[in-house]
């Protein structure tokens, strides 16, 4: 399925019809000389770089490798600050590529390559901002992980430098090119599911997630091989850490955790689904109760959103001590959108209402008897033959590298997880990592672009 094709003009418009009050701002129309003279068209190679080149990094290098051939990409660059990570990445580069790229420790060199048109960032979260922002400047394209920010002010950063630029942005927010989540959003604005009052996502694991006790490279690295200033990027100087280096996500001045890693997706999803942007209003909680190792962020967290113009709630959970039952429910007053299986899952269901259903759904015997008798339907497209989709895909998506690439060849384009997308769910992100830290209601204040702690008339 071809990713909707909305020109900015078309985007800005339809965004600040449909969310009113949120401040939005349009990317430049003319683009630099510099611009066109890197990509000239269908048939001109882009040459990417890799910006980062931990774990998330090999799964950049896997989604250029599946579009290489029929994208016509090239790889020029890595570039990290620990030397073990770049010789890794370079060596991959080799096998994936059958091609020598040159080595950076320091963004500001890998940047200044003439021949570089696009970077793709897999860094340390509390670093994606600053350096989505310095990229564009730089002139080049940028694939940036997400959580786009940590922190408003970054995001705001971010924003602005983007918006300032020429350059096309695609944040990591990978299901947002998905065709059954297309799909599933096709449907929510048809009216098929009525009103829908509540989304909620359950997204679960079983592990002490993002802490290995005996990580090689945490055994591997030396502070003499790195920048550990580089590395903090403003944040308070602690001494030298590895586990802090390799483990951010699971410390609390680098990360939210599950809400930087896992609910960034989520909210991403229910503003792509709902066309709406940033909760009015969060409230969270949880704790570290199932792996009470060196981890600072919770293991065990629940946030609940108000959407307060759409009038809907939006209810996210995760556990690491318990696998069972991941799913997304997404309840209309006419029907009922039903995935089984966690983050991205494209085995959905709709569930219509007003039928003799005793408990709403009999999920242990009744599902199979509802596809028979049509109570519920298969929500399927011809990338599964139209069939039931598994329960879970792979983060390396080829779709959203493609409508990347794509929307770079057509600078006219806005890619799927634009600025604002990543702008949106940052905020949210931040909002309920802050209210959890917090144990507080907070507001998001759409004029003034800031958290509160009051209602915002």
Known sequence: MTPRNLTRRNFIGKTTTAIAGTALASSPVAFSAAS??????????INIGFLGCGARGSGH???????????NLGVVAVCDIWKINREKAATACRANFGTEVKQFKYSEDFLAMTELDAVMIATGDHQHAKLLAEVVRAGKDCYCEKPMA???????????AVLESNQVVQMGSQWLSDPMQIKVRDIIRSGKLGQITKIEQVWNDNGPRWHVPDDPDVAAIREEDTDWKR???????????????FEFRIFRDYSGGITSQWMSHGAGLVHFYTDTAIPDSVVAHGGIFGWPDIRQNPDTFQALASYDEKKFLYSYTSNYANKFGDYTCIRGKEGTLFAHGGEGSPRWFFIHEHQDLPGGFDFYEGMKEALRTKKAEIVTTPEYDMKMGPVSLSDDSKYHLDNWIDCMRDRSRIPNGNIHTGFWHSVAAIMATRAYRECKKLYWDRVKEEITDNPVA
């Open 61 to 71: 290098q896997n989604m250029v490798k599946m579009s290489a051939k029929d994208k």
């Open 231 to 245: 590395w903090l990027l403003g944040k308070p100087y602690v001494p030298f850490d590895p586990w802090k280096y």
């Open 150 to 160: 940590t922190d408003v002010d970054e995001a705001k950063l971010a924003r602005k």
């Open 36 to 45: 066109y003279n890197r990509i000239k068209g269908a048939n001109d190679r």
